[in-house]
């Protein structure tokens, strides 16, 4: 066993000997030039999730290497989606940028989907180096329902003058008092105030005796905003929509003197933002007819 034992060390020793004397002090064991991204601030150097259309910033630092001192001779941004690479970026590099290469580039995703991202740096003996992240981009905005041809009423018809935007529902005096906390906006016809949308909580809407509503213990602040989007363009919103801020400080309790077409964000106390469409103001009675738009 210890001949064995030596024979194999003895061998041990040999090979090593023979390696060792291949080698040589200058080798590079790396020739290739660098590239990282940069961190920090409004950098993206990592996985990230965005929504469609929306950009990120990505920087990149990259240099020549200091033992082969080849000169960087091209830059390049490769995004890749459903196994289809596309040059963003192919830049060739100018004289004052062969040994240190610093760019910064807001990059704009506008189709849903996952990209992958790559920025390559190459050098005159076309050894490369190349770093990489994610990007899932999801589709802008949120689901939305659509419910039409709501119909309000008077305090005294069977339809109803009180709206619950959650459940879709139409409620007379007396079910509007009995479901409260869903009730987001009511309907009337005022000498002063024309045809009008208010919340419970506006001043004018519990000024009129026969709605009941300074009994309520329950009055939900729905806020509305008169906007400039056409009844064409209310119709086009699909099943995704992308609501522009609801600026607070602009939100009334009631939105009033309503015509036929007219369109009215609003957004709940619960925190949905919605559009209310005019359909029909009927000439005769207190009555009206509403399209609603509002996030699910």
Same mark, same amino acid.
């Given at each position: 066993? #210890? =001949? ?19 080698? &040589? ?48 001779? =091209? ?8 196994? $289809? ?41 076309? #050894? $490369? ?15 939305? &329902? ?8 008077? /305090? ?23 479901? +409260?906390? &869903?009730?987001?906006?009511? /309907? ?22 026969? /709605? ?6 329950? &009055? ?5 905003? =008169? ?29 009033? +003197? ?18 209310? =469409? ?5 000439? #005769? ?6 399209? /609603?738009?509002?996030?699910?």
């Amino acid at each position: 066993m #210890k =001949k064995i034992s030596f024979y194999l060390i003895a061998l041990l020793i040999g090979v090593s000997t023979v390696f060792t004397s291949c080698s &040589k002090d200058d080798d590079i064991l790396d020739p290739n030039p660098t590239i990282d991204f940069k961190g920090g601030g409004e950098y993206v150097a990592n996985d990230v999730t965005i929504k469609a259309g929306e950009s990120i910033k990505v920087g990149v630092n990259a240099a020549y290497n200091s033992q082969t001192k080849k000169k960087l001779t =091209k830059f390049n941004i490769i995004l890749t989606a459903n196994n $289809t690479p596309t040059t963003l970026i192919d830049e060739t590099l100018t004289s004052n940028q062969e040994s240190v290469y610093s760019q910064d580039f807001i990059i704009t995703f506008p189709n849903v989907g996952i990209v992958k991202l790559v920025a390559r740096i190459t050098d005159s003996d076309g #050894k $490369t180096d190349e770093v990489s992240f994610t990007v899932t981009v999801e589709q802008a905005g949120v689901e939305v &329902k659509k419910k039409t041809n709501v119909e309000f009423g008077s /305090f005294n018809d069977p339809i109803g003058s009180f709206y619950a935007s959650s459940t879709e529902e139409v409620f007379t005096v007396s079910q509007a008092a009995a479901n +409260q906390a &869903k009730v987001d906006l009511v /309907f009337f016809k005022g000498v002063t105030n024309g045809n009008t949308i208010a919340a419970p909580d506006d001043t004018d809407a519990n000024g009129i005796s026969d /709605f009941n509503l300074n009994t309520w213990t329950t &009055k939900n602040q729905t806020r509305f905003i =008169k906007t400039t989007m056409t009844a064409a363009e209310f119709d086009a919103i699909g099943t995704v929509y992308n609501f522009p801020e609801f600026v607070a400080a602009n939100g009334l309790t009631k939105a009033n +003197q309503l015509a036929n077409g007219n369109v009215i964000y609003f957004k709940t106390q619960a925190g949905k933002r919605g559009y209310a =469409k005019v359909v029909d103001l009927y000439t #005769k009675g207190d009555k009206a007819k509403f399209d /609603f738009i509002i996030e699910k």
